[in-house]
């Protein structure tokens, strides 16, 4: 396909669903890509200001990510945190020798009093990332899992519960008073096209729009908005998706994940599995494009990177 | 040696003379020794709270300490240090993965607001250290070196300038407000001996003495207070000593050191090189002992520490 014909990109993502994706529109993109990633999982673990979410993506564009662990760096050692088994003060979330040097690096520069936009900035340049990655938001913002055992912060939820209890509603702490910033505001005006990646719409997507006002911004758009189902044969590829869709009491489909986002969505990239669901996503306004949007693989992200910015190109005015 | 004729002794000790004459009399009196360690080279290092002088007194008494470099931990790794030299954010102050884990759980907890004496007693039984290890103050206390290049945090004189610019003058920040924690106050009023180890006595015993009201603590002891030179030949066995001791125009020898001390010390331990300073040492009114002062291996550590315990004992009323 013709990548030069986009000056400017943005991707909304978060997770590994959306740092494959991201990563494959940075193949074609480079620069002219910009990542918004989300905050809301962000944890204190140990004095250290952890991004999972946004470590994720930037590891992925960074290429230095693990692939087959799914989360954290390749090549990566645990003598701190064995060290502090041995020392009766491990906290419940691994941390990474080489994944540290990033915690240590955020922690310090936030503590200085520098926006986490400006942190992340420094972090992706000293990992080499090529596309932007800007956090949605320099304010508080934390997923607060509702479930059958209380209330959770994500990480607790996700790491050390393993998802497993039932949820009952997802809450937002910081909502209303988080703002998206003046850059990533500026980022969505000047983009040719936005794109929804593959991310967990109730943890990763959703916090995104709780930022202020984001969901205001992409209503008025008049670019491009076009999504990639995070959900394939009504299961998550990774991750508590479909479970979660299932404890909310819905049925995990595209059309579910589609109809989140009815208005402001104009396209919609559909698993080729899930082809029976076109009509339906069709019939809430929103063209479709199919592929197997599995992303085996660097030449399988370039390949649903195309997919998306091939159906971007098609409701450009 | 008798060793079981002792209850309760403290020794004075910070750096790695210190550090080894504390672990050679923890082989002797195991939990009867009370170490009271020197706060005052603390230095905060991308957000993390280091406490150089304690720790390395913790890890010789721990059995973990690294003999071949002379700080830190054995088998240590620098993986977190190695990747914040990759992206970019690398401090001045190496920190080894295994080493971070005190770092971290000392940081955490000062932040939780638990007092140094609680972080140091905590992290000493995490890392199997037998006897106790007391900080000489839970408040800030901070050696300034005055050098020709201006005013230096010790860790900064020490490390990243290699104690090279000469010394016009030592001064503490917080002298004056910093107190003697009770725990040290009752640790003291209940030794039958205090020991000053041999460490450096500008900026690892004297800072101690500056922790009100340490000296006049000693001064009014009735037990037996000792002191190991921590100067040989007119030379330090390691360290700034004797360098500092000219800088600040004195001869570096067994006596300077102990005419620092003459208000409170009732005997000094000299090594057999410095036989020749013995009689004016006596002249100051204490009691010497002679001995190879050089701690070599576990065996040298414990033949000198029953050499200043025997003295000790020989001055008990």
Redesign the interface.
């Known amino acids: 396909m013709d990548d030069t014909a986009w000056h400017h990109v943005v991707a909304l993502a978060g997770g590994v669903g959306g740092a494959k994706l991201a990563e494959g529109l940075q193949q074609r993109l480079g620069p002219r890509l910009t990542v918004v990633g989300n905050v809301a999982d962000d944890e204190e673990i140990?004095?250290?200001h952890i991004s999972p979410d946004l470590d994720s993506v930037m590891y992925w564009l960074a290429g230095v990510n693990d692939e087959a662990r799914g989360w954290g760096l390749a090549d990566e050692?645990w003598?701190?945190?064995e060290?502090?088994e041995?020392?009766?003060?491990a906290p419940w979330f691994r941390l990474g020798?080489?994944d540290?040097?990033?915690h240590?690096?955020r922690?310090?520069l936030l503590?200085e009093g520098k926006p986490l936009t400006e942190v992340t900035a420094?972090?992706a340049?000293?990992?080499g990332v090529q596309a932007r990655l800007l956090p949605v938001t320099d304010d508080r913002l934390r997923t607060i899992v509702h479930t059958e055992i209380g209330p959770l912060a994500f990480q607790d939820y996700f790491v050390r519960h393993r998802w497993e209890p039932a949820i009952q509603a997802i809450r937002f702490e910081g909502e209303g008073s988080a703002q998206v910033t003046a850059v990533v505001q500026d980022a969505l005006r000047s983009a040719e096209a936005i794109i929804l990646c593959p991310s967990n719409p109730f943890v990763s997507i959703e916090p995104l729009l709780r930022a202020a006002p984001l969901r205001e911004l992409l209503r008025a758009s008049t670019v491009p908005i076009v999504a990639v189902s995070p959900i394939v044969g009504g299961e998550a590829i990774k991750g508590p998706a479909a479970k979660m869709f299932r404890e909310l009491g819905e049925e995990p489909s595209a059309l579910a994940v589609a109809r989140r986002y009815t208005d402001f969505l104009d396209g919609f990239l559909l698993d080729e599995r899930d082809a029976h669901e076109a009509a339906a996503i069709e019939a809430l306004g929103l063209h479709v494009a199919m592929t197997d949007t599995l992303m085996e693989g660097a030449a399988g992200r370039r390949r649903v990177a195309d997919a998306v910015l091939t159906l971007a190109a098609a409701l450009r005015l």
Do not use: Q
């Open positions: 140990w004095g250290l050692t003598h701190t945190f060290t502090l041995r020392i009766g003060s020798d080489r540290l040097a990033t240590l690096t922690t310090t503590h420094r972090l340049r000293g990992w």
